[in-house]
T-cell receptor, first 114, second 115 residues
């Protein structure tokens, strides 16, 4: 059973536009939701993360929105740039869990056209 | 700090061969894990370790073995390679202070092809 569902699988956005990637989870015990960014040939790198005591977190052009009742969270990239073209993974976990296990979505390949 | 390092970067094996993928970290992280990444499947957990001498299975452990004799190293062994194990393998580690197991740092990956 897939713990975290991510959509869309691919996304094409024009430079300056807004990129939106959505994720949904099932396990109500999850309380830590990171987003990872991966460039071709590289390992994933932590981009931004949120804990459910807040409904939104913003870092520069990247914003996570969180809806606890709907068990959904999303990544918004404002003023998208060609350098943002990468694969984005959402994930979920129980913060501070000894096991530290992350459950990943299947990824979204973002292409930003100049 | 070098962070998380993985060797080799690329490897081609024949069906039935065995090999070890190496992973090392110099951040004194207690938690380490192995993932495989396949197109359209995201990152799937193979095995993980919460400290030296302690390992456990993840989502897709069949065909793989691990051991953790030191905090720094977490090798992944393929016992008898199969074409279904063709994938990109990532090692990750986490800082263990203040319960921060979830902030994982990934290595650059090993691209494995099994013929």
């Amino acid at each position: 059973q897939q713990q975290v569902k991510q959509s869309p699988q691919s996304l094409i956005v024009q430079k300056g536009g807004i990129s939106i990637i959505n994720c949904a989870y099932e396990n109500t015990a999850f309380d830590y939701f990171p987003w990872y960014q991966q460039f071709p040939g590289k390992g994933p790198a932590l981009l931004i993360a949120i804990r459910p005591d807040v409904s939104e977190k913003k870092e520069g052009r990247f914003t996570i929105s969180f809806n606890k009742s709907a068990k959904q969270f999303s990544l918004h990239i404002m003023d998208s740039q060609p350098g943002d073209s990468a694969t984005y993974f959402c994930a979920a976990s129980k913060w501070g869990s000894t096991l530290g296990r992350l459950y990943f979505g299947r990824g979204t390949q973002l292409t930003v056209w100049p | 700090n070098a962070g998380v390092t993985q060797t080799p970067k690329f490897q081609v094996l024949k069906t039935g061969q065995s090999m070890t993928l190496q992973c090392a970290q110099d951040m004194n992280h207690e938690y380490m894990s192995w993932y495989r990444q396949d197109p359209g499947m995201g990152l799937r957990l193979i095995h993980y370790s919460v400290g030296a001498g302690i390992t456990d299975q993840g989502e897709v452990p069949n065909g793989y073995n691990v051991s953790r004799s030191t905090t720094e190293d977490f090798p992944l062994r393929l016992l008898s390679a199969a074409p279904s194990q063709t994938s990109v393998y990532f090692c990750a580690s986490s800082y263990s202070g203040a319960g921060r197991y979830n902030e994982q740092f990934f290595g650059p990956g090993t691209r494995l092809t099994v013929l």
